[in-house]
């Protein structure tokens, strides 16, 4: 067995259980991170359904369009229901219910399934439902070996295009032109694409969180945060620097060594069996104490991994322990409104030997 197929054999198998330990007979999964997560396809939402549906003896059926027939590589103990566009997926519906036989309880990715894609599902009879993305929630926090240097694969594509685009950032080019240059070194050094909308947020635009790049010229004096993420093998790595074009004022730098000292402190007091709220507590301590407390509006971290954002959140009101395998942001910000913002964010992964940083690149200032 190759080394792919048995991790995905693994992770199977560790689905099952869990299904049977909640007394769940089928979870249906749709296409996205959790289809990846257990079977290694990777297919994007659709207007064609497509469904994989694994009961709790081990059985999966496919519900794909012909033309998806060829992409799949199955196991043994899965079936391909196919169907035609010009029939439709319920032409193979019948044929479905009958492998399945009875279901009593059905687990669904209740924040990614569609109103399609659940009224098919529903035509089989179902009895009870429930959230089956959190049958996969411990599975999926605890990243593997494997797992690991895919994302630091992303985290080198990040840097490397990063530093090859810094010479175009200048005062008169445009937000999108950035932007657009930065996705370009990524594809070239293998992203598959780009898990959300680069941010390329520069002058009062840096004061917008989700600043995503826009028309704006780049001007003298503006601080730019860039918040990118680059997408390897399936996995994401999410990077945020900000950069100074030519002279920034006292009060730019004065912030940007605020951000600095909260992201340095934040990575460098975390330990295995540390709560998740209590991480978020030392930035926003520093931070606030510096009198900008007001200023850092949203959560500190979050998951990475198969998506952009999942478990675990490093914020304040998750009391959850940071244990070996989980992956995460720290990515502290300042904004300040109608003037500029800072946030500076690294990837990091608990580990049995402690806590590692993805990144190489450090929190210094650069200014073009």
Known sequence: MGVYKK?????????LEKMNENNVDLMVFVPGSNLAYITGHQFSPSERLLLYCLQSNGQGSYIVPELEKTTLNVTDDDRIFAYADEKGPHSVLQQLKKQLGLIRQIGVEE?????FEWKFINELGIHQMMNGTMLLKDLRIEKDAEEIIRMRRAVQVLEESLQATLPSIKAGKKEIEIAARLEYEMKMRGSQ???FSTIVASGSRGALPHGRASDKVIEDGDFIVIDFGALVDGYVADMTRTIGVGSVS?????????VKDAITQ??????????????DAIARQIITEAGYGVNFTHRLGHGIGLD????PYIASSNEEKITSGMSFTIEPGIYIEGQFGVRIEDNIVATDQGIKNLMTMDYELIIV
């Open 7 to 15: 991790m995905y054999s693994i992770r199977r198998a560790s689905v």
């Open 111 to 115: 924040h990614v399934m569609r109103l």
């Open 193 to 195: 694409g780009t898990p």
């Open 250 to 258: 006292k009060q730019q730098r004065e912030v940007y060594n605020v």
């Open 266 to 279: 934040s990575i460098r007091r975390i330990e295995l069996g540390m709560r998740a709220c209590d991480i």
């Open 308 to 311: 952009g954002h999942e478990d």
